[in-house]
């Protein structure tokens, strides 16, 4: 099992945190994922709702980058159907570099007040793919030549190429069964969500299955992809102490995403879809989630309302109490 933190970049009003000290505490946050050895830290790009406040990952990324020495670098997820592909491999290539090779690269869609705000009228899965297609050939080639739907490009080349070759892994993000079956006919890592996508955690199992069938049936070896999801996390020395937490923090959370994403707390924890309880529980947790094929859990421990001192104390938690029983698994 591998483990990593996500930050979503919500920062609410009713935490009443400044902008300047909202992005210090989440490079604090990386700095001290990477003391805890947690495999990586993942940045979250949205715009215009959820309360985010990261619409450009590549820029609080190179911060990152150069305030810690070995910790992976992750995007979850690149909206890469409203950029220029070009742009993107670029200012991703800066991050790969300033990093000495330790970006992991995921991909998505958005959410559909996001596809409003940008005026995409239609499915944009086609525009995805292709744009992936565009970025890993500037990757891999230094150069681009490409006539496709939606981009003709002609001989282009770039001046940056990233540190690790062919390319930083990818990752395509998976909620709907569509995007399990892209990502698997592809043959590319996928990042979930089951908060978002699953009622529970029998389904989210069947999701997996059919994406490692989906693998075996386009000539890929399913062994050889990690299958990442995501949990809202809070760990703490009792279950009553976490419970209070997670309440506390996924209250704003929730409600910001209402209109998107319309689960109550309680709801999610009958489900299991959010890690809360103390380090046995959360455990347990693990061990069902990894029975349904995931290999990688990354925890948003870091979450609206929260104080600073509440999310180191529960990243530190989860490294010492919980993960370690998974170190050999």
Request: a neutral charge; glycine letters at 8%.
């Amino acid at each position: 099992m591998k483990f990593g933190i996500f930050v979503i970049g919500d920062n609410h009003p009713e935490a009443h945190k400044s902008l300047s000290a909202y992005y210090d505490e989440i490079v604090e946050q990386a700095k001290w994922a990477e003391a805890l050895g947690y495999e990586c830290f993942w940045f979250g790009e949205h715009h215009f709702d959820f309360s985010g406040v990261i619409p450009s990952p590549p820029v609080l990324m190179s911060v990152a980058a150069k305030a810690t020495q070995k910790i992976r670098l992750g995007v979850a997820v690149c909206l890469l159907p409203y950029r220029n592909p070009l742009f993107v491999a670029e200012e991703y290539a800066m991050v790969d570099v300033l990093s000495g090779g330790r970006l992991d690269f995921g991909i998505g869609r958005g959410t559909p007040p996001e596809l409003a705000a940008f005026g995409v009228k239609e499915d944009n899965r086609d525009l995805l793919v292709e744009s992936l297609e565009v970025v890993k050939m500037a990757w891999s080639e230094g150069k681009v030549s490409y006539k496709g739907k939606y981009h003709r490009i002609d001989g282009v080349p770039l001046n940056i190429r990233p540190v690790q070759q062919p390319t930083p892994p990818f990752f395509i993000a998976a909620l709907s069964e569509g995007s399990y079956k892209v990502a698997g006919e592809l043959g590319y890592p996928i990042l979930g969500i089951p908060y978002a996508s699953c009622k529970s955690i029998a389904e989210l199992k069947t999701k997996i299955g059919a994406y490692k069938d989906t693998l075996a049936a386009s000539g890929h070896r399913p062994g050889d992809f990690d299958v990442v999801q995501c949990f809202h996390t809070s760990v703490a020395a009792t279950d009553a102490e976490a419970e209070r937490n997670a309440r506390k923090g996924m209250g704003a959370l929730l409600a910001a995403r209402i209109g998107v994403r319309p689960r109550s707390y309680d709801e999610l924890y009958k489900e299991r879809l959010v890690m809360v309880g103390d380090p046995r529980r959360l455990i347990g947790q693990i061990e069902e989630v990894r029975a349904t094929g995931t290999n990688y859990i990354i925890f948003m421990i870091n979450f609206a309302t929260l104080e600073q001192k509440t999310i180191l104390a529960a990243m530190e938690m989860m490294a010492k109490k919980v993960m370690p029983k998974f170190s050999t698994a």
